[in-house]
């Protein structure tokens, strides 16, 4: 059954219910004042053709909902979605209502009339049914609706009540928005025909983390370029002194099962890197892989940043998830932002899936010169391993009750 999206129903004089993911970054110091201040709009911003497409069609009203953090259950003010509520009021130049709970006993009444046109709930997660993929949680919300419709590819990867039992109450009149489409569109352009070569950069702290996505990957691309503190089980499953360097007996032992396998030539290592005694310590660049007892890794070297140069130059498909190194800390940043220079002037199709990775392209300011940056890091991770997720299968197929 093929997903259908939004721009093939009709929703004129229609209530519908849209879950986004607005589960968006503060800034750090916004926690300990009473106004919280967004620190990264992207995920809001990415929702906005869906929104303005239906107020355009002529949709009675709109029903946003969202999680934001993890509050386990129950309310609390810092996991509140009244400042994404401002944001969108800004954004659309419209009201946004933002309700006391999803809920809310006047949620029904405030739909009843005609004035009200886009209700934002209040986070589903201050409700432990959320997370439960509660049934008659979902009952409740797909009450509000006639429609609909989810746009939230940062948590298709979840079997959450909003996302995944809600499709019972729906039948047909479930649908996608526009960001679920674009992002479904460009990871199918990594996983069933990519144009080749195909090189994947994943970087980050562990093998463990990502063993999956690795063990998927290495069938499919040319090359697979391994970085950030990831690198460093590789390196010591090798034989090579990696210091003080993150590396567990458990990444260690994964990397020795990756290397002994028929796909083991693909993997692109490092060959330097940019150490320190700590990670606030003075940068010093080494002149080969081996790492001094002393020293941790906290970035790649020049040798290998031209390594990785010279692969991404040759690709017409690029996936990247994860940074090369401490990147929030500038003296170890150069890694990272090389790869997504190299990201920018390739003239194939590139891919960054969410994460660390996204901040440090908007750092760069390249945004614009990559084909598509992904919402969500771990769904556009476990679509690439599983080629399916939970919430987008519900869409399709629907669900049945537990």
């Given at each position: ?6 721009d ?12 986004f ?19 990264d709009?992207?995920?809001?911003d ?14 009675k ?18 996991f509140?979605?009244e ?21 809310d006993l ?5 739909l009843?009339?005609?004035?009200t ?11 432990a ?18 429609i609909?419709?989810?746009d939230a ?29 674009q ?6 352009k ?16 562990k ?10 990957l290495?069938?499919m ?12 089980p ?17 990444d260690?032992k994964?990397?020795?099962?990756i ?7 693909k ?19 080494t ?5 001094d007892?002393?020293k ?7 040798g290998?940043?031209?390594l990785?140069?010279?692969e ?55 945004e614009?010169?990559i084909?598509?940056i992904s ?5 556009s991770?476990e679509?690439?391993e ?7 299968q519900?869409l399709?197929?629907?669900?049945t009750?537990?």
């Amino acid at each position: 059954m093929p997903l259908k999206f939004i721009d093939e129903i009709d929703c004129q004089g229609k209530k519908i219910l849209c879950r986004f993911d607005f589960n968006v970054p503060f800034q750090k110091d916004a926690e300990a004042s009473d106004e919280k201040v967004i620190s990264d709009t992207t995920r809001i911003d990415a929702t906005l053709e869906t929104i303005k497409y239906l107020l355009d069609q002529g949709a009675k009203q709109l029903i946003l909902m969202s999680h934001l953090g993890r509050p386990k259950g129950s309310f609390k003010k810092v996991f509140s979605l009244e400042p994404v509520g401002k944001y969108l009021a800004e954004a659309l130049k419209t009201e946004v209502i933002l309700t006391e709970s999803c809920l809310d006993l006047n949620i029904k009444p405030l739909l009843d009339l005609n004035s009200t046109k886009i209700v934002l709930l209040e986070n589903l997660r201050f409700h432990a049914e959320e997370e439960k993929n509660d049934f008659e949680f979902a009952k409740k919300l797909a009450s509000y609706a006639d429609i609909y419709l989810n746009d939230a590819f940062g948590a298709a990867h979840r079997e959450h009540a909003s996302t995944h039992a809600i499709n019972y109450y729906f039948k047909e009149n479930a649908v996608g928005g526009f960001l679920l489409k674009q992002e479904i569109q460009a990871l199918e352009k990594v996983t069933e025909k990519p144009k080749d070569p195909f090189v994947a950069v994943l970087g980050g702290a562990k093998v463990s983390d990502k063993i999956q996505i690795i063990q998927k990957l290495l069938p499919m691309v040319d090359k697979l370029l391994i970085g950030g503190a990831m690198a460093y089980p590789f390196l010591q499953a090798k034989g090579l002194s990696i210091g003080k360097s993150l590396c567990s007996k458990e990444d260690k032992k994964l990397a020795d099962m990756i290397l002994s396998s028929q796909q083991k030539s693909k993997l692109v290592l490092p060959l330097d890197h940019v150490v320190s005694s700590n990670p606030d310590g003075e940068p010093m660049p080494t002149s080969s892989a081996e790492i001094d007892d002393d020293k941790m890794g906290l970035d790649i070297g020049e040798g290998t940043i031209s390594l990785f140069k010279n692969e991404l130059k040759k690709a017409k498909t690029i996936f990247w998830n994860g940074p090369m190194g401490l990147f929030e800390n500038k003296a170890f940043s150069k890694g990272t932002f090389e790869v997504a220079l190299a990201l920018s002037n390739n003239d194939g199709f590139t891919m960054v899936g969410g994460g660390d990775s996204v901040a440090a392209v908007k750092k760069a300011q390249l945004e614009s010169q990559i084909s598509h940056i992904s919402t969500g890091g771990g769904a556009s991770l476990e679509f690439i391993e599983k080629g399916h997720l939970p919430g987008i299968q519900a869409l399709k197929f629907g669900v049945t009750p537990r």
